[in-house]
């Protein structure tokens, strides 16, 4: 992609700076409220008087909303220019946290979190990759987009302690308050200050609405199947599928809802791959060039992010699940423990940006893949019932400092190729890509937590001194609720001790399992690297198109549940 030049007036203008504060702050709040509210489910269910199936739509729903919308954010940014869609998107997202902030109800918390806030974020994320690239140039325009993926990295990070602190000493409310206040700064700003992505086009591509369509309806069935499955259940139904109280899939049918929306969803996206190629040929612009697949770099930086994604989840999602229910830590605690993962992304970006300009951005890439894994093998290593928080930082510091050098520059390479009219699709194409690698991290990787969760729970009671009644009763317990098993009321005191301790056992253990097939993934994603061409870092098209991919959507751990009955 051909950077653009700036006149040297423009190159010492301050307000370039002002701009970089602007989707700084966006990218932090877009991002945090992937992770924001599930430390906040407790309060929530009480306060709101509903059930954990209906508040899961608020919760998931934003990903689903964000994942669906996100090519057709980019494309619109294309066609009408990214400052304005990221104008509107902000607005959007705005309205969104403010009509949450003050529901009474589940529906009105979905459109404002899920619907309303989730359009808004689709629209705002892909904008900030031409608004940078227009603004910045060299070494300058590296070291801004490293402190951009910096701040996406830290949100995610940070998402459960922040929500923890707001909701313990403030309310829950405040988690989109402050989207209410930093959405309408981060408006006035790019009016401000934003620059406009150069001369608007002789002739305005049409919309593809038919395509629009089919890419929103396919990828919103694939993400929610990968992302429900383990909820609703892989193949026999395990809850109904409910909206808005009136139930739509009972248990009673012979399949889950899971697998027809997964097979429906891959149908449609193959029917809208097959549509966008005949519109590509007969140059009637199409809402995705799949030309651009021709590109080495885009098509197996893709694959390679979206493989990683996957295996990021074993941190993401797995860790926090361990340290709560076999360490009992309160969400608070989880967040403090996780929170030297985000100072170490923003070294890891920083020092990546430095270190690339010797070494490239490519090569940096695949050190920052093997440091990610070396992370996980240390989480691993340290993995057991009287884990400490010292044990657990040099594998934070490795995960944290592979995310920081190959988060950014992985989408660098990605991008570095596409042309600059196509970059708005393009990069909604890569953090798709990122959402649905996420999504089926968690279902695979929660999958492999509850099923050996239960397995092992359910060997350690049957082999335990407890009667044959006690034995039955946990037993159907771990059945239901996996790893969020706790002892009923009625079971003896003297066996209560015994079952905690074996459900604590039994989570540490099958923790170490979901962690193998994280170090797994991630090594095939690091293998893969070396099929992406050397990019060049500076003096060629791919200095500094760096943008890092919003981090994995993080489910609720009470949502899991067992793949069987």
Not at 153 to 175: H, I, K
Not at 212 to 236: I, P, Q, R
Not at 277 to 285: G, V
Not at 350 to 363: E, H, N, S, V
Request: with cysteine.
């Amino acid at each position: 992609m051909t950077a653009v030049a700036l006149e040297p007036s423009e190159s010492h203008d301050a307000t370039r700076w002002v701009t970089l504060a602007v989707t700084i702050m966006s990218a932090f709040i877009v991002v945090l409220d992937n992770t924001v509210l599930n430390v906040s489910i407790p309060t929530i269910l009480r306060d709101l008087h509903t059930t954990l199936p209906s508040l899961q739509w608020v919760v998931t729903g934003y990903a689903l909303t964000f994942a669906t919308f996100l090519i057709i954010g980019g494309r619109l940014g294309d066609i009408y220019g990214h400052r304005r869609v990221f104008i509107v998107g902000a607005g959007l997202f705005g309205v969104g946290s403010l009509l949450a902030s003050v529901a009474t109800s589940v529906p009105q918390l979905v459109l404002g979190e899920a619907i309303i806030e989730g359009i808004g974020a689709s629209l705002m994320l892909p904008a900030t990759l031409a608004i940078l690239s227009v603004t910045f140039q060299g070494r300058e325009r590296a070291t801004a987009f490293a402190a951009w993926g910096a701040t996406a990295g830290v949100a995610a990070a940070c998402g459960p302690l922040v929500g923890g602190f707001l909701t313990t000493d403030y309310s829950w409310r405040w988690s989109f308050r402050i989207n209410v206040i930093i959405a309408p700064l981060a408006m006035v700003g790019a009016i401000l200050f934003m620059k406009k992505a150069g001369a608007p086009p002789e002739r305005r591509p049409r919309i593809d609405v038919i395509g629009a369509a089919m890419v929103a309806v396919g990828m919103f069935l694939f993400v929610f199947a990968l992302s429900e499955g383990g909820l609703y259940g892989w193949w026999k139904p395990i809850e109904p599928f409910t909206i808005a109280g009136h139930t739509i899939w009972p248990t009673s049918m012979p399949v889950a809802i899971t697998p027809i929306a997964l097979v429906v969803g891959l149908v449609i996206l193959y029917a809208f791959w097959v549509f966008e190629r005949a519109k590509e040929r007969r140059n009637d612009d199409p809402l995705f060039e799949i030309a651009h697949f021709r590109y080495r770099t885009y098509r197996w930086g893709l694959i390679t992010s979206t493989i990683v994604a996957m295996g990021q989840l074993g941190l993401s999602f797995v860790l926090p699940v361990f340290l709560q229910q076999s360490r009992h830590l309160s969400a608070e605690q989880n967040g403090l423990w996780q929170l030297p993962t985000g100072i170490f992304i923003i070294i890891g970006a920083q020092a990546g940006a430095r270190l690339a300009r010797r070494i490239g951005t490519t090569q940096l890439v695949r050190i920052g893949l093997f440091a990610y894994t070396v992370g996980i093998v240390l989480i691993l290593k340290v993995t057991n019932l009287g884990i400490t928080w010292y044990a657990l930082l040099p594998g934070l510091a490795f995960y944290g400092v592979g995310i920081g050098f190959a988060g950014a520059q992985l989408t660098n390479v990605v991008l570095s190729e596409i042309p600059k009219e196509s970059s708005g699709v393009a990069s909604g194409t890569n953090t798709t890509m990122r959402q649905v690698g996420a999504a089926l991290g968690v279902a695979v990787i929660g999958s492999v937590l509850a099923a050996q969760t239960v397995h092992q729970a359910t060997t350690r009671i049957r082999a335990s001194a407890m009667t044959a009644a006690t034995k039955v009763q946990a037993i159907a317990g771990v059945h239901a609720m996996s790893t969020a098993y706790q002892p009923s009321a009625n079971t003896p005191s003297h066996d209560v001790s015994t079952l905690v301790h074996i459900t604590e056992i039994s989570v540490a253990s099958s923790t170490r399992y979901a962690l193998v097939f994280a170090i797994v993934v991630v090594g095939i994603g690091s293998f893969l690297s070396f099929l992406i061409p050397t990019v060049p870092t500076f003096g060629g098209r791919a200095e500094a198109e760096v943008l890092e991919p919003v981090e994995p959507m993080d489910i609720d751990p009470a949502a899991l549940a067992p793949s069987h009955p």
